[in-house]
């Protein structure tokens, strides 16, 4: 079984979507997989935080399950975590939204099993998943790769959190999420989560930029992440150009392979709406 874990409000559904497609379509093996989702309701803090919806997950559930009628996805509300540890923390207003913050629970939802890769949803495979999944861990509390520009700005070894192999067996004896789960609670972060994880880690593994690139695309890469980035024509700007912006991606990237997935994506997604009239 390979263990997926995404995280966030009803907004981040094209993510979901996209990533599992690419997961899907880019690994040989039938092994099934599990989807684990986090989210919430802190509609309190701002309307649109509100939880992936039961239509959602119902709905995405259907399409993993025609790759593979043993693939499962479990969706867990943790607003019960995140109001007990979080609510009023200095880190409530993080740099993205306070669901960047609920993976943090991983170590304490029931269920969770030993290795999970947790995964942004701005992110499309570009090659098998295995190639990462089975990267060994023992003895480290993650896997992860630098991140693009925090390798030249803050430390050659800074790593980016939106792609992490976690081997929850080991963290939960260190106690990585726990102390991070601390930090939050006590102190203002720069980038909240990422920098707690960070500062909490006692060992790392880390992994060649193939398995995260946030800026280019090679023949080898496994991972693309769309996150924001700095683009030097036609002058210096940063642009947030996600996979599901399918003219975008064609029309400033001029990458056509995952088309095969973006074209399902847009199917799919339209046969969702046409049985939503809300378009929830």
């Known amino acids: 079984m390979v263990n997926i874990l995404f995280c966030g409000n009803y907004r981040v559904f094209d993510g979901i979507l996209t990533c599992a497609l690419s997961i899907l379509k880019r690994s040989e093996s039938r092994e099934p997989y599990a989807f684990y989702i986090f989210t919430m309701d802190v509609s309190h803090l701002d309307p649109s935080y509100l939880p992936i919806s039961r239509r959602q997950i119902d709905f995405f559930e259907q399409v993993v399950k025609q790759y593979d009628p043993e693939n499962t996805v479990i969706m867990t509300d943790v607003t019960e975590f995140y109001s007990k540890e979080f609510a009023g923390c200095p880190n409530e207003g993080a740099y993205c939204s306070p669901y960047t913050l609920i993976r ?54 800074y790593i980016n959190a ?74 210096p700007h940063t642009d947030n150009i996600k996979q599901w912006q399918v003219s975008r991606v064609h029309k400033v990237f001029r990458y056509f392979c995952f088309d095969d997935i973006l074209f399902e994506y847009i199917y799919l997604i339209e046969k969702f709406k046409r049985g939503n009239p809300e378009n929830e």
């Open 104 to 157: 943090l629970f991983a170590d304490e939802v029931e269920g969770m099993p030993d290795k999970i890769l947790y995964l942004d949803v701005d992110i499309l495979f570009n090659r098998d998943v295995h190639l990462l999944y089975d990267i060994d861990l023992d003895g480290y509390e993650y896997a992860a790769a630098n991140d693009h520009y925090g390798k030249y700005l803050i430390n050659p070894r």
């Open 162 to 235: 939106g792609v992490l192999l976690f081997n929850l067996a080991y963290m939960r004896k260190t106690g990585l999420l726990e102390k991070a789960r601390q930090l939050i609670k006590t102190k203002k972060l720069l980038f909240a989560d990422q920098s707690a994880i960070i500062r909490s880690t006692t060992r790392k593994k880390l992994l060649p930029q193939r398995f995260n690139d946030q800026k280019f695309l090679h023949k080898h890469t496994v991972v693309r992440h769309f996150s924001k980035r700095l683009f030097w024509l036609p002058y």
